[in-house]
């Protein structure tokens, strides 16, 4: 059974860092996509970042210089790392892994993590 484990969300003052990660298991991610998304209460989830299995990556323009995702194919795990944090970042963030291509779009992607917390202080 395929399973995304979210973890390395925590509370941070404005302008610090996180490091997330994302652990897959019950399939080999090495030549799908794998992606982030995130959720504040009230509103649709959102696209954030995601990396193809030839290391191509896009990025959501909210995050654009700040955020960089990364896999480690060996270990079927993806990162996210954020910097330079925002209040507006202040979210669950969710892990997800689709077939083929990269895709921004929630409904491309055919597994899903539960979340993990990020609260950005002001």
């Known amino acids: 059974q395929v399973q995304l484990i979210e973890s390395g969300g925590g509370l941070v003052q404005a302008g610090g860092s996180l490091r997330l990660s994302c652990s897959a298991s019950?399939?080999?991610?090495?030549?799908?996509?794998m992606g982030w998304f995130r959720r504040t209460p009230g509103k649709e989830r959102e696209f954030v970042a995601a990396?193809?299995?030839?290391?191509?990556?896009y990025y959501a323009d909210s995050v654009k210089g700040r955020f960089t995702i990364s896999r480690d194919n060996a270990k079927n795990t993806v990162y996210l790392q954020m910097n330079s944090l925002k209040p507006e970042d202040t979210a669950v963030y969710y892990c997800?892994?689709?077939?083929?291509?990269?895709?921004?779009?929630?409904?491309?992607?055919?597994?899903w993590g539960q979340g993990t917390q990020v609260t950005v202080s002001s």
């Open positions: 997800a892994a689709k077939a083929a291509s990269i895709g921004v779009r929630e409904r491309e992607y055919d597994y």
């Open positions: 019950g399939r080999t991610f090495s030549r799908d996509s």
């Open positions: 990396v193809g299995w030839s290391d191509l990556t």
